[in-house]
Every structure is written in C-alpha cells, then in structure tokens.
C-alpha cells in the first residue's frame, strides 16, 4: 500500500478549507450539532462531545440523553438544550425514544451517536429507527464503537456519505477481527468494509480517497473522555461543512493541537479531557489564521 498522506497545516486550509463565519452570521447558520448519548455511570460524556462541537464553531448544540440526569446536564451546560428519555433497566437510552430523538435529528445539520453509551443492542435499535426516520441523513459521527459497532451494519444508504466513524485501536481490532496493521492501514480496511470515513488516532481514511496522517497529539491524549472531545470536535466541524473528510481531518488536527498545547503547559501526561476544551478555539484560530488573515490575536 502506498504511504500516507501526511497533512500539514497548510494543506489542511488549502485542501479542505474551514473559513471563519461572515460577521452577521446567526447560529444556525454556523451549524446545529445533535449529541445522543450518555448511560448512568456516564453522564458526562456527552457534555465534553457537545460543548467540543460548540468549542469548534459550531453555532447551536441539542443532547439527547437519559430523563435521569437532563436536568443535571442542563444546568452544566446552560449553551445546549438538554431532552431527557426514558431509561432502560440497564441505565441507557431507551429505543422506545426513536421517534422524539427523530424529530430532533430532523433539525441537526450533524448527529453524533455514542458519547457514553452502553447497550450494543439498545443503541443499534435506537439509531436504526432513527436514521430511518429520517428523508435525509445529516452529518452523522459514531462515537463509542463499542456500543455503536451494529449501527454500521445498517450500511452507507442509511447512514449516508457524510458519515465519520471514531474507534480506539481496540475497537477497530474488534470491527475487523485484526489489529495486527499499523493504523492506517487499519482505517484503509474499514473504508473498504463499511464504506464510511474513519478516523483512527492520528490516522484518517475515507472512500475515493487515499490514507491521511495528522501529526499531532501525544500520549497525554489517551485518557478518558478525551475521545469524546475528538467525536464532538468532528461533529461540530460536521456541522458547519457538511464534509466527512473535512471533518475527520479538521477534528484530529484541533483534538491533537489541544493536547499538544496542554502537553508543553501541564506535562506530556496528566492532563484531564475537559481541559482539551478551552484549548480548542485557540488551536482553531492558529490553524485558520492563515486562511482568514486575520492575525490578530
């Protein structure tokens, strides 16, 4: 197999551009993300994805999450409007839901599927009666391959071209039965067999296109949560390009600046998820600058 692509700076703002809004742009304008997700030891999760989209530019935030701890996630992020569903006994998102959650998606200009979730089964069927609600898929980013691994058995026609998927190294191992490859060619094989873009920690691939190397990020980055702030990263750029590949390489490349930034302030290791986020709109305006010109700071 050839070598990867390896995408700099430059590159990334030439070939798949991210331009900053027009001055009188509204917030819908700038993109709604849709996060689904959360379990009950897991609450969290979708508030680090959903204000990562936000954190990226994207201009309204929705969550879909369990009725158990809405009204907790509403006061932790006053920016997003919080639904509560039914919960299942195991402490997940009920598939009975489909139909409001459907409604919502409706609405979202990118859908990101996974933060936090639990129940394989549960969240196959959800998402399932979700995407094929809906006359058109959005955006959509599946986060949690653990739990969200049977959605890609739904195939390309219903979860669409714009679709990113999100694995560590041991859930893409489970996806193809190998993690014997480096990781692009790890994502190469799951293009091939899904059909959809993948992201696969500094490695990215898509269809019709060839494999993608981000050099960015450090081991500071594999702690909890901080997927989650990648998956909300891509949904938000999602949202305002509409763009799998341009959100799958624009979100590798902000998550890796943020960890890189807290690397050289805090340490290599030992720095938390949610500290990513305040990093991000800073690394975003580093890496559009030069396609802006604004050099202000």
Same mark, same amino acid.
């Given at each position: 197999?050839?070598?990867?692509?390896?995408?700099?700076?430059?590159?990334?703002?030439?070939?798949?551009?991210?331009?900053?809004?027009?001055?009188?742009?509204?917030?819908?304008?700038?993109?709604?993300?849709?996060?689904?997700?959360?379990?009950?030891?897991?609450?969290?999760?979708?508030?680090?994805?959903?204000?990562?989209?936000?954190?990226?530019?994207?201009?309204?935030?929705?969550?879909?999450?369990?009725?158990?701890?809405?009204?907790?996630?509403?006061?932790?992020?006053?920016?997003?409007?919080?639904?509560?569903?039914?919960?299942?006994?195991?402490?997940?998102?009920?598939?009975?839901?489909?139909?409001?959650?459907?409604?919502?998606?409706?609405?979202?200009?990118?859908?990101?599927?996974?933060?936090?979730?639990?129940?394989?089964?549960?969240?196959?069927?959800?998402?399932?009666?979700?995407?094929?609600?809906?006359?058109?898929?959005? %955006?959509?980013?599946? +986060? &949690?391959?653990? #739990?969200?691994?049977?959605? $890609?058995? @739904?195939?390309?026609? =219903?979860?669409? /071209?714009?679709?990113?998927?999100?694995?560590?190294?041991?859930?893409?191992?489970?996806?193809?039965?190998?993690?014997?490859?480096?990781?692009?060619?790890?994502?190469?094989?799951?293009?091939?067999?899904?059909?959809?873009?993948?992201?696969?920690?500094?490695?990215?691939?898509?269809?019709?296109?060839?494999?993608?190397?981000?050099?960015?990020?450090?081991?500071?980055?594999?702690?909890?949560?901080?997927?989650?702030?990648?998956?909300?990263?891509?949904?938000?750029?999602? %949202?305002?390009?509409? +763009? &799998?590949?341009? #959100?799958?390489?624009?979100? $590798?490349? @902000?998550?890796?600046? =943020?960890?890189? /930034?807290?690397?050289?302030?805090?340490?290599?290791?030992?720095?938390?998820?949610?500290?990513?986020?305040?990093?991000?709109?800073?690394?975003?305006?580093?890496?559009?600058?030069?396609?802006?010109?604004?050099?202000?700071?």
């Amino acid at each position: 197999m050839s070598e990867p692509t390896v995408v700099t700076d430059e590159m990334l703002r030439d070939r798949w551009p991210l331009e900053p809004p027009d001055q009188e742009v509204t917030k819908n304008d700038r993109g709604t993300v849709l996060v689904v997700g959360g379990a009950r030891s897991t609450p969290g999760a979708v508030l680090l994805a959903g204000l990562a989209a936000l954190r990226v530019g994207a201009g309204k935030l929705t969550v879909a999450t369990c009725e158990d701890y809405a009204g907790s996630l509403g006061v932790a992020m006053p920016e997003a409007g919080v639904f509560g569903f039914p919960t299942t006994k195991g402490g997940g998102l009920d598939p009975r839901a489909a139909k409001e959650i459907g409604e919502l998606a409706e609405k979202a200009d990118a859908v990101l599927f996974g933060p936090g979730m639990a129940e394989p089964d549960n969240v196959r069927a959800l998402v399932g009666d979700v995407l094929t609600s809906l006359d058109s898929p959005p %955006a959509i980013v599946l +986060d &949690a391959m653990g #739990a969200t691994c049977g959605v $890609l058995d @739904l195939g390309v026609e =219903a979860l669409g /071209r714009n679709c990113v998927i999100t694995p560590n190294t041991s859930e893409a191992g489970y996806l193809l039965d190998d993690t014997d490859d480096d990781d692009h060619d790890l994502a190469r094989d799951l293009v091939e067999r899904y059909g959809v873009t993948v992201v696969l920690n500094s490695a990215a691939a898509a269809p019709d296109a060839d494999a993608f190397s981000v050099p960015k990020g450090n081991p500071g980055l594999a702690t909890s949560g901080s997927g989650d702030v990648l998956a909300g990263a891509a949904a938000g750029v999602a %949202a305002r390009t509409s +763009d &799998a590949l341009t #959100a799958a390489l624009w979100g $590798l490349a @902000l998550h890796g600046s =943020a960890g890189d /930034r807290l690397a050289m302030r805090v340490g290599r290791v030992g720095f938390l998820a949610r500290e990513l986020l305040d990093e991000l709109p800073e690394c975003l305006r580093e890496l559009t600058t030069e396609s802006s010109g604004d050099q202000s700071r």
